[in-house]
């Protein structure tokens, strides 16, 4: 089970932190990611960390904005947003897979989402 959590309002070029808890005793076997979907359109992919080696993906659109991390001792998944923008506004999903990121097609489990709001 993933519960996310952090989002909110902010003004644009501020700074928020998503975090995602994962129940469970092997969350470091997991590869971990974040989405969003923002009203109308699909959802897309934001930033991904592989559990095996904590390589990291990041979308062109929040590279050297945004940062994902995680800590294994507390089962948690982060997203440090910086530099925000109105496009960012969105609904954020964390989601886990037991593969490697490169090899993901279809992420195992979705948490639910929590809303960013970026004011202009």
Do not use: H
Not at 43 to 52: H, I, K, L
């Amino acid at each position: 089970q993933l519960q996310a959590s952090g989002g909110g309002l902010v003004q644009a070029g501020g700074s928020l932190r998503l975090s995602c808890a994962a129940s469970g005793r092997t969350f470091s076997r997991y590869s971990m990611g974040w989405f969003r979907q923002a009203p109308g359109k699909e959802r897309e992919f934001v930033a991904a960390t592989s559990w095996s080696d904590g390589s990291t993906y990041y979308a062109d659109s929040v590279k050297g904005r945004f940062t994902i991390s995680r800590d294994n001792a507390k089962n948690t998944v982060y997203l440090q947003m910086d530099s925000l923008k109105p496009e960012d506004t969105a609904v954020y999903y964390c989601a886990a897979s037991i593969l490697v990121v490169q090899y993901i097609v279809d992420w195992n489990y979705w948490g639910q989402g929590t809303q960013v709001t970026v004011s202009s």
